[in-house]
Each structure stands twice: as C-alpha cells, then as structure tokens.
C-alpha cells in the first residue's frame, strides 16, 4: 500500500479546517470572506468551471430542486465562478436564485487555487463519458455557451460547518462529474 506524502495532499479534504480566501458579492461586487458564510450556518461551496457549462448549469439546478431541504438545515448554497462579478450577478439573476443561494466572483482564481482545484487537460474536458453526458444535460434543457472564462477551469463542491470544518469534499474527475446532492444533504445532517 502506497502512502501519500502530505506534499502531495489536495487541501482541504474532510476533516480539514476550510480555506478563507477574499472573493467578490454582495450588491456591487465587493470584497468578501468565505468565512463570512460559514460563521452562522453551514455553507456548501460550488465552484463552477464557468457560467456557459451545461454541466453547471445542471448543477445548479440540481440544488435548486433542493432549496426546502437546505433551508431546512440551515445551509447556504455559495456559488462560487471564475467569471467577473457583472457576469456572475447576470447568471444568478437570470434563474432567480434567491436564499438559501449567494453567488460570489474569483476571477482570480484565488479560491479555486486554496481549495486545490485546477486546470483539466483536455482528457477530463472532452472525452466519450463528458460528451455521453452532454447529450443527457441538453436533452433536460442545459446547453452550453460560448465560455467567457476558462474553459479548462475543474469545478469542485465542498461543504462546511459551522465550526469551519470541511465536512463533504468533491474535486470532479472530469467537467461533468457532478457529486449526487443526496451526497451533500448527507454529510450536511451528519456534520452539523
């Protein structure tokens, strides 16, 4: 059994305290901690490879669906996408996500980067599964758009207590690997 060097560890993983970086939201677009989310309520953090990906906007719906059961725990949805704020503020108007949803804008890339979510290679972006799974996304109404941001950018789902701890954490394997929101609902009830 081949051991892992701690060098070699994503951070943060369950069990890890959860990585407070500065984003944008808000009305305008300032500065905000992550921490500020989850210094009240548990958060599940969504980072979106970008706002024109089919398999993001399934994601999204796919929480959406769900709405009455994260109110009901006492967790907020954090969007988090590489797009600019204007950008990100149009997508979350648009579907008319309201609370328990916050959408927030890393155009720099700063949380990606400290929750260890990289660029793909071109295996996990076009492969015979992602485009299987494309033709299932456009056929439930989510189509692609022209990217604005990074294409390439790997979307990930962490959830965090209100303790700051890293109770569920998703890196995707490939662009439309979205992690089943049961899964989520799950280490939610069991980590508050």
Not at 24 to 42: H, R
Not at 54 to 66: G, K
Request: proline letters at 5%.
């Amino acid at each position: 059994m081949t051991q892992t060097s701690s060098a070699a560890r994503l951070i943060p993983e369950v069990g890890d305290n959860a990585v407070d970086v500065t984003v944008y939201g808000g009305k305008t677009g300032e500065p905000v901690q992550l921490a500020t989310f989850w210094q009240n309520e548990s958060v599940v953090l969504v980072f979106l490879r970008h706002l024109a990906c089919s398999f993001c906007r399934e994601q999204v719906t796919d929480l959406q669906l769900r709405t009455n059961e994260f109110l009901k725990l006492g967790t907020r949805v954090v969007l988090v996408t590489v797009n600019r704020w204007e950008e990100t503020r149009k997508f979350c108007s648009d579907r008319n996500l309201l609370d328990p949803f916050v959408c927030v804008s890393d155009p720099d890339r700063t949380a990606y980067h400290a929750y260890s979510l990289s660029r793909g290679n071109t295996s996990q972006i076009f492969n015979p599964h992602v485009m299987a799974r494309g033709v299932h996304a456009m056929l439930h109404g989510h189509f692609n758009g022209i990217p604005k941001a990074d294409p390439f950018q790997m979307p990930g789902v962490f959830a965090v207590n209100q303790k700051g701890i890293v109770i569920f954490a998703h890196r995707h394997r490939d662009a439309s690997d979205n992690p089943d929101v049961e899964d989520i609902l799950r280490a939610i009830e069991a980590g508050n």
